[in-house]
Structures are given as structure tokens and as C-alpha cells.
């Protein structure tokens, strides 16, 4: 193959299939957790207001699945309406109400306006945008004219906590429910996108404020939480939800990681290249499609029909090289400690930032390890092997 400069329709294709920042389309599903997707759905739909948690690390597969939930929960007897909240709020300013106001918002643009709930559509738009007021005194300046000052909303950040509002957002938000649920049995709230909060407190205080209105509201709620919220010192997710959906990385020879690779392509990627990317992805499902992908993008460029070893081996080198980026010292340490059997350690902030920026993999609630791409730059570069 003769590189020109253009895309070969192949490889185009290829990396087509092999985008890691977005959930696998219908067509490209493996089905890794048999029958979740549906026991979410089944508890959503039977038990009005359920709350329902999916955690797990980042690329572990939680959106892929709160998808295929979604559309189990969607029938013509209930509606499930999904959020995704970093299209909505920046999440370093999220505060408690974020949730509540998106959903309004979401809630009134499928019922419409009406007479029997445009007061609730107002009030939804003035507690998520903001507005101006009139004040009378501006701390101890009184002007001699009336001026009107702007009052920010939920989703201006940033703002002050205004936990008193979240509690006046029951009476509009509850008409909007009310409507919605008059034209059908259930409604279901899908939540995705918190799992990128690296504050676990931001987690708790939504749980706290938001989710607990719309517990009240019996609307049921699935939602993607950080995997930080699990080891929260002196909260538990299975104390506040009703069900937990545990999202652990898969094993790092699981045949399932190479099924997923193999469902997309078996002509430029062939099994010995495919069985190495699955070795190097740690389980993580964003990583084994990204894996993949640069090493697609790395054969095309070498003129190669094929993914190769050599185009794999670089793709690995380059995700390492991006996890070993940033890390100091101190972390280098704890590293090599963990890397020698010293465990992972829940009140160590150090050990919990690496995992949250997934250098530690999570097999189970007891089993961590460096994530092998990391863990093959720092053996050749910082540490002996």
C-alpha cells in the first residue's frame, strides 16, 4: 500500500470503529456484564423512585452501559430521560441543584408549554439561569436609584451553595413531574458524565441535595458515580442507593477484551496484534480502543496492510509515556512500594489520585495494579526490572 496522503477507505473504516471517547453504537456491542443493563432497568421501571449507582473507573464501560439501560427503560408505558452533565455544567463548579434544574429544563422541553405547568417551566428557567433582582442596599451604599443586580442560576457557575433553593425547587419541579407522569406510568431519570468528578464531595452533596427531591418526587434514578464515591472514608454507595452495579476492570487475558477487538475487526487487525493490545489495556475498555486505534493509525502510516507488532508496540509506548507524564517523585515511590506488595492504600491521597487517574487499575474492591502500559515505560526508564 502506497501512502499518498489520503485515507485507504480500509483504514478509514477501521478507525471508524476504534473511537475511544465515545460509547460502542448498537452494531459494535460485546455483551461483558450479561443481563446488568437489564436487572437496571427492571428495578427502575418496578419500584418508583429506586436510586440505582454504576461506578467503576474511567473507561471501564459505565456510559456503554447506562446506554443499553436507557433503552430497556424506555417503553410506551415510561420514559427515561438520560443526562449527560459536563454538556451542561462545568463539573469543577457543580453544585447541588445541577441536577434537579437540567432535569427540569429536559422535562419541559418534551412536555411543551401549557397553561397547566408554564409557571413550572419559568421557574425551572430562572433557577438554572439566574436573574435580575431589585436591592435596595448594596452593603452600606444606598443608592438614590433602584438597581438591579444578577442573581446567578445552577448552571452559571460559579455560585454559592444555596441549599435552601434546592428545597423550593420540589414545588415547580414536582408540577413538571406530575405532567409527565400523567401521560405515562413511569419516569426514570439517567444520569452520566459524573464519573469524571475527581472531588468525591461534589458526588455527595447532589446525592444529598438533588437526588434525595427526586426520591421524594418518586422519579427513579440511574447514576454513574465516580469510582473515588466507593472508597469515600465514612460513606458507603450501598447505604444510599438502593442497588449498586459494580463496574470492575476485566481481567487482563479476559477473552471477552479480545471478542470486543475481534466484533470490529479481524482484517487489518489480526489476533496475535489483537491478544497484545488486550495484554496492554489493563482491562480498561477505553484503553484497549485506543490501543487499537493508534496502532491502526501507526500501520496506515508505514504503509502496512496490516497491524503489526512493531505498530502495536508503539501504540503502547505512547499510552505509557502519557500515564508516566506528570508523575513525580513521591508518586514514582508509591508506585514501586505498590509494584513490591505494598497494597493499596485507602487513606494514602496520593494512591487515591493514581487512581483516579487510572495509572492504578481496580480488579476488585481488594486487588490493584499498575496499569501494564505504565508499568512497561517505568520498568524500562525509572525502575530496574
Sequence with gaps: MRYDGGIPRRYQDFLGKF????????????DLRPDLARRIAARAILEKGSQQVIFGGVGSGKTTELLVATEAISTEETQCVFLDMPLHSKLEFIQPG????????????????????????????????GKWTLVQEIEDWEPDYDEMVRVGGK??????????????TKLW???????????????????DGLDRLHNEKSFWSLVDQDLRILR????????????????????????RFDKTHPLWSLPKNSPALLEVLQHRDQEILPASSATEIVRYSGG????LISLARDAGEE???????????????????????????????????????IYLGGGFDLRNVQHRELLATR???????????????????LSSHDWPQ
Design 359 to 377: 495509572r492504578l487499575i481496580e480488579y476488585s474492591p481488594q486487588e490493584f495494579a499498575i496499569h501494564p502500559a505504565l508499568l512497561k515505560e
Design 19 to 30: 473511537n475511544p471517547t465515545l460509547p460502542a453504537p448498537p452494531e459494535l456491542r460485546v
Design 299 to 337: 500501520a496506515y502510516l508505514r504503509g502496512s496492510p496490516q497491524i503489526e507488532g512493531p505498530h502495536v508496540d508503539y501504540a503502547i509506548q505512547q499510552l505509557g509515556l502519557s500515564y508516566r507524564r506528570g508523575l513525580g517523585p513521591v508518586q514514582l515511590k508509591d508506585l514501586q512500594e
Design 284 to 287: 480498561v475498555l477505553r484503553d
Design 173 to 191: 419541579l414536582a408540577d413538571l413531574v406530575e405532567n409527565a407522569m400523567s401521560k405515562q406510568a413511569g419516569l426514570v431519570l439517567a444520569i
Design 216 to 239: 421524594e418526587l418518586k422519579v427513579s434514578v440511574v447514576i454513574v458515580a465516580p469510582l473515588l464515591a466507593y472508597f469515600t472514608p465514612g460513606r458507603t454507595l450501598e447505604e
Design 98 to 129: 445541577a441536577i434537579l434544574t437540567t432535569f427540569g429544563e429536559a422535562l419541559s422541553r418534551t412536555l411543551g408549554e401549557g397553561p397547566d405547568f408554564s409557571h413550572a417551566v419559568g421557574a425551572a428557567n430562572i433557577f438554572a439561569r
Design 155 to 168: 448552571l452559571n457557575p460559579p455560585v454559592p451553595e444555596l441549599h435552601e433553593d434546592i428545597k423550593e
